[in-house]
């Protein structure tokens, strides 16, 4: 009797900061949703075991429990114990020493994170950073792995990441993958001795779940209102949500009836508020917090408005177009990469002049809402196939 032939499956690691509200967090579900769970053994390891999107991970993905070190380090300071001096002292000769988010955080993994934290002791024929920075320097620095994978969701020189640490990460990486074929641009000018290691896979989008998923309601915060505007994001600086409010405030004051919805949570949550009620749009402007389904959100609003500072390639952008919604956007570095100017809405200028003009212009424009609308209704947004190119990065 011939002996059966066993299935040996390929052991990946995933890697994130959490599975909050973002699009990075957004795609990895999807990806994993994806990817053929005959094919893979699949761990998850979440430095804050947390996030909007937990419970969408597929069953069959194994979430690893948090070594007690990384809770300790990724928790609340008060309950760091042992642990709390490193935090704080690391915390604050990060802001005195370093400039800028990235290189705040790789200054505190080099010089006080990585050399307390120990390894995982099992091995993974690979280990994916998806979400950079310290997701990386945990698989580069505490994983045994055959192939290790580097993802760069963001324009590079737009979003001030670590360029003197990544000079030194980047040798220790076998691929380095970004979203948009402007973003590869980008990382072959900064770092040409490296363009071998590079390679562009975009965010995996699927429009059936997304329109299947936009249907299960209606909004109770949209009935009985005109005008209504939506964005979606993390509120943290990169998204513009400062520029949204004061936008608001200027259409208030040309007359403009409208409501503005923000979808997100972040460090600037309270920020946010005291400007609400600073700029006097407390009856326009209003932050929804987290939402584990925004698509009847997107689906239901009469405009999308993007009002980033930059992006990689916006995950909520494609989720905006697949559900046919005109879309205002700043003209940050990547833009052109993803939306059609004219065709699928509206580039505008990056401040809040251009987000002003380009709602009034669509506000009072019902045959360009129309036309914008069937335009993106006649075309195909979702790339599911895309999944054969992480498929064959993995296989490598």
């Not at 503005?260 to 309270?270: A, E, H």
């Not at 697949?322 to 100017?341: E, F, G, H, W």
């Not at 506000?363 to 129309?370: E, I, L």
Request: charge should be positive; glycine fraction near 6%.
């Amino acid at each position: 009797m011939a002996q059966e032939r066993k299935i040996v499956m390929k052991k990946i690691l995933f890697v994130m900061p959490t599975l909050r509200d973002g699009g990075a967090e957004r795609s990895l579900v999807n990806l994993l949703t994806e990817l053929p769970e005959d094919k893979y053994e699949i761990d998850l390891l979440l430095l804050k075991k947390q996030g909007t999107f937990l419970s969408q991970v597929p069953s069959y993905v194994n979430i690893l429990e948090q070594p007690p070190i990384l809770k300790k380090l990724y928790g609340p300071v008060r309950k760091a114990g042992i642990y709390m001096p490193v935090k704080v002292l690391g915390n604050l000769l990060a802001r005195i020493v370093k400039s800028g988010m990235g290189n705040q955080k790789a200054f505190m993994w080099e010089y006080f994170y990585k050399p307390i934290i120990d390894g995982l002791d099992k091995e993974y024929d690979v280990a994916v950073g998806f979400l950079g920075g310290e997701s990386t320097d945990y698989i580069v620095d505490k994983v045994k792995a055959k192939r290790k994978i580097h993802w760069v969701h963001n324009d590079y020189r737009t979003s001030g990441m670590p360029k003197k640490y990544d000079l030194k990460l980047f040798p220790k990486v076998d691929a380095v993958v970004t979203i948009s074929e402007e973003c590869l641009a980008i990382l072959k000018e900064e770092f040409p001795q490296f363009q071998d290691k590079f390679y562009c896979i975009e965010n995996i989008t699927s429009s059936a779940v997304i329109k299947g998923r936009a249907n299960e309601f209606i909004p109770e915060e949209y009935k009985r209102l005109k005008n209504i505007l939506l964005s979606v994001g993390r509120l943290s600086e990169q998204k513009g949500f400062d520029m949204a409010v004061s936008a608001a405030s200027e259409l208030k004051k040309k007359g403009l009836k409208f409501k503005w919805f923000i979808i997100g949570s972040g460090p600037l949550k309270d920020k946010l508020n005291d400007q609400i009620k600073k700029e006097n749009v407390e009856d326009c402007v209003e932050l929804l917090g987290t939402k584990s389904n925004p698509y009847p959100y997107i689906k239901n609003c009469d405009i999308f408005v993007q009002p980033s500072r930059y992006e990689g390639k916006s995950v909520v952008i494609d989720e905006a177009k697949i559900l046919a919604k005109p879309i205002i956007a700043t003209a940050y570095p990547t833009v052109k990469d993803q939306i059609q100017n004219d065709n699928e809405g509206l580039i505008v200028e990056l401040n809040v002049d251009g987000i002003v003009d380009g709602i009034v212009a669509l506000c009072s424009d019902d045959t360009k809402k129309q036309q914008i609308t069937e335009y993106l209704n006649r075309h195909e947004y979702g790339n599911q196939e895309e999944i054969m190119k992480y498929i064959k990065l993995f296989d490598k």
